[in-house]
């Protein structure tokens, strides 16, 4: 999804047929539209216990890398809750 705030300018990223005031080229691919709609409805409904599953599954990994690598081969980068990244 692509929100655009008024008064920023927004160019084309690709050229030709100009749909969208110019903006894109081609048609549009409805099974990713339709596809997005479906992906916020279930984080709607779902999105506290994806992200606690995420969490609870990043934090099981992590530990796993501490206890074979050792905890000063494992660094995290970002905010300790950002629940998708894991670096060792």
């Known amino acids: 999804a692509l929100f655009h ?3 920023v300018p927004l160019p084309s990223m690709l050229y030709g047929g100009g749909q969208e ?4 080229a081609g048609t549009e691919a409805v ?4 596809a997005l709609g479906a992906a916020a409805d279930i984080w709607l409904a779902e999105g506290a216990a994806i992200a606690a599953h995420s969490a609870k599954q990043r ?3 992590r530990a796993a890398l501490e206890e074979r690598l050792g905890a000063s081969r494992c660094a995290v ?3 300790l809750g950002a629940g998708d990244t894991v670096n060792a």
């Open 5 to 7: 705030r008024e008064g």
């Open 21 to 24: 005031n110019g903006r894109r």
């Open 31 to 34: 099974p990713n539209i339709v």
């Open 59 to 61: 934090d099981s990994l």
């Open 77 to 79: 980068n970002g905010p």
